[in-house]
């Protein structure tokens, strides 16, 4: 059975950091490239940032970049987000995402909320 479960959320007042944590099994997780997505109240979904497979590589949405940083612990079968210097605009719904080259499959998990407010 394929799972991802995220966690790390909450309440931060702005200038404040939080870091995210996405735990998968279930799937081979070194095959698999993992984001981090986001979507606020009454937006779309958005790409937040992505690591390729052994971590060498990462994609940052131009509003984080510089303040957020992606990494993955294959041994772990963890993703992470380490999220700096919020602002009240990253308030928002935050999903981790694995999607297999190889396979074809892509999972989702069910998100943790990220509040920025003082």
């Known amino acids: 059975q394929v799972q991802l479960v995220e966690s790390g959320g909450g309440l931060v007042q702005p200038g404040g950091s939080l870091r995210l944590s996405c735990a998968a099994s279930?799937?081979?997780?070194?095959?698999?490239?993992m984001s981090w997505y986001r979507q606020a109240p009454g937006k779309e979904r958005e790409l937040v940032a992505t690591?390729?497979?052994?971590?060498?590589?990462?994609n940052y949405a131009d509003s984080v970049k510089g303040r957020f940083t992606i990494s993955r612990d294959n041994a772990k079968n963890t993703v992470y987000l380490q999220m700096n210097s919020l602002k009240p605009e990253d308030t928002a719904v935050y999903y981790c995402?694995?999607?297999?080259?190889?396979?074809?499959?892509?999972?989702w998990g069910q998100g943790t909320q990220v509040t920025v407010s003082s």
């Open positions: 690591v390729t497979f052994a971590g060498r590589s990462t």
């Open positions: 995402h694995a999607r297999g080259v190889l396979s074809g499959y892509d999972y």
């Open positions: 279930g799937f081979t997780f070194s095959n698999y490239v």
